[in-house]
């Protein structure tokens, strides 16, 4: 008669738990273990919560950062294995449970990462927390599954060894089974591990772990010197200002419709904060932000205790043009600078409100704050300059116009950028910003205060080193450049570059 296999099912569900915590922890050590110049010090030197300085001390350290990164990626890789086999069950979970507490509180989500740092948005119980519980009750759990544990601890009893065994000697035949069944852990992760080595042949990186997603970006550790500085107002500043529109989900990209939605996929809030962590530890200290990335920025600096320097461009409704509340919300959020948005004032030249302009600049002095005034027709700032309006500083689109996509030079039209894109190649199709660049350049020239060039590549079209030199050889005290946090390291070291190699530069520094 056929035996009835009785299923231990406490013992199934906890085996299965244990085994798939081990493939978590193993998969993720291996991936770093395999990864090129894989280092833990990004994740150290950005943690925000009340631990940072202690995190933020490893990773200052080359030695203490060599050590941590071993015992990051062995750690993870025989706790896997440990927890995986279900070999030393009670040891491996204990140090599971120190490990995941060193990531937690890297990024406690009851603080920083309730603000976006974290994954999702959290309250206390994260991913962590709950995977740091399960190792838990396997610390306290005397029943360790199915595993090599459970092996030894049947050897044990096959010999009368366990003085707290007190069932009497399985039979021959049921021995081999449970030999087999607990044997059964080494074969699942071959063939776990035979998938994940084939998955990585086939795409060449593992597109889930961030730590083999490699992207051509210059580290930290090779930047070439200190960003220079310069001032405006009473701000002293890099001359290399973060733009806003990227991590704003805007963009200039002529006629691919996609683009605002991918740069808005990619520029999470988690990303954002990362951008701004990192172009201020290489020396961008300031940023240029649209009126609507204000509580994203608010937050970050609450989070993270930064003090980014942020730049807020203010405008007025076109139908209430008057009304100029925006410049109290923009000093309630906390704001440095507060600047005249490029195209609400070609809007107001265009349509001859000349007076709002002024109002909207008084204003802002009223108020003890710098104040600055851009635009993207330099007729604007002509315009303005002639009728004694007089800010602390201007913004003005700066690139030259040898690139493909510019129209030609007798179709432009003053006060056309923001306006109608065209089907037809030779007029305007949101494809310059700077649409005179010899008179953009005369007008700075002649400028006694301090100019900051922005859109200095034409929305991509031209590279840095171009774009970079041009707007400082031209005038510029400063340029504003959107940027992707994997560009950041790599523009600050052109910015370093361009200026120690300034040759044609004939206006004097202003600030």
């Not at 896997?80 to 490990?99: C, D, S, Y």
């Not at 000697?169 to 089974?177: H, Q, V």
């Not at 733009?243 to 989900?249: A, M, V, Y």
């Not at 009223?366 to 002639?386: M, P, R």
Request: aromatic share 12%; with cysteine.
């Amino acid at each position: 008669m056929n035996r009835i296999v009785k299923i231990n099912w406490n013992n199934l569900v906890f085996t299965i738990l244990r085994i798939a915590i081990g493939w978590h922890f193993l998969y993720e050590g291996a991936s770093k273990m395999f990864a090129a110049n894989w280092t833990s010090q990004s994740y150290l030197s950005n943690t925000s919560g009340f631990l940072s300085i202690f995190y933020h001390w490893l990773a200052a350290s080359p030695l203490l950062l060599k050590i941590v990164d071993l015992m990051n990626v062995y750690g993870l890789v025989f706790i896997g294995l440990a927890l995986f086999l279900g070999l030393f069950t009670r040891l491996a979970a204990t140090a599971g449970v120190i490990l995941l507490t060193l990531y937690y509180f890297a990024y406690p989500p009851f603080g920083a990462s309730l603000l976006g740092l974290g994954e999702g948005h959290l309250f206390i119980v994260d991913k962590i927390f709950i995977e740091a519980l399960i190792l838990m009750f396997f610390i306290f759990h005397k029943q360790p599954g199915i595993g090599i544990d459970a092996f030894i601890r049947q050897f044990h009893k096959a010999r009368k060894l366990d003085p707290e065994v007190d069932e009497p000697l399985p039979e021959t035949a049921n021995s081999r089974r449970e030999v087999l069944k607990n044997l059964a852990t080494l074969p699942v992760l071959g063939l776990m591990g035979f998938g994940a080595y084939a998955n990585s042949k086939q795409y060449d990186v593992d597109v889930t772990t961030g730590a083999t997603i490699r992207i051509k970006q210059v580290a930290l550790s090779e930047l070439k010197g200190t960003l220079p500085k310069g001032k405006i107002g009473k701000h002293v500043m890099s001359r290399l200002v973060l733009g806003g529109n990227l991590i704003g989900g805007w963009s200039h990209a002529r006629d691919l419709l996609y683009t605002d939605t991918l740069f808005k996929a990619y520029n999470t809030e988690k990303k954002v904060y990362e951008t701004l962590m990192l172009a201020e530890k290489a020396g961008i200290d300031t940023i240029n932000i649209g009126f609507s990335s204000n509580p994203m920025l608010q937050k970050y600096k609450k989070a993270t205790g930064s003090k980014i320097k942020v730049i807020t461009q203010v405008a007025t409704s076109l139908k209430d043009v008057n009304n100029f509340d925006v410049i109290n919300k923009a000093i309630d959020y906390g704001v440095d600078i507060i600047q005249v948005q490029g195209n609400w004032c070609d809007w107001m030249v265009r349509d001859r409100k000349i007076d709002v302009i002024r109002k909207m600049v008084d204003k802002i002095k009223e108020q003890g704050y710098t104040a600055g005034l851009a635009a993207h027709t330099v007729d604007s700032l002509i315009f303005c300059e002639e009728n004694g309006i007089a800010p602390d500083y201007y913004m003005k689109t700066m690139h030259h116009d040898r690139y493909w996509s510019a129209h030609p030079k007798e179709n432009r039209i003053p006060f056309e950028v923001d306006g109608t894109n065209y089907l037809d190649h030779n007029k305007f199709h949101n494809n310059m910003f700077c649409l005179f660049p010899e008179r953009t350049a005369e007008f700075i020239g002649k400028a006694k205060i301090p100019v900051m060039g922005f859109k200095v590549l034409a929305a991509g079209a031209l590279q840095p080193q171009d774009g970079f030199k041009w707007a400082f050889e031209n005038g510029a005290d400063f340029i504003c450049v959107g940027m992707f946090d994997f560009q950041i390291v790599n523009d600050v070291n052109i910015c370093i570059d361009t200026l120690a190699k300034l040759e044609n530069r004939k206006r004097e520094w202003f600030g």
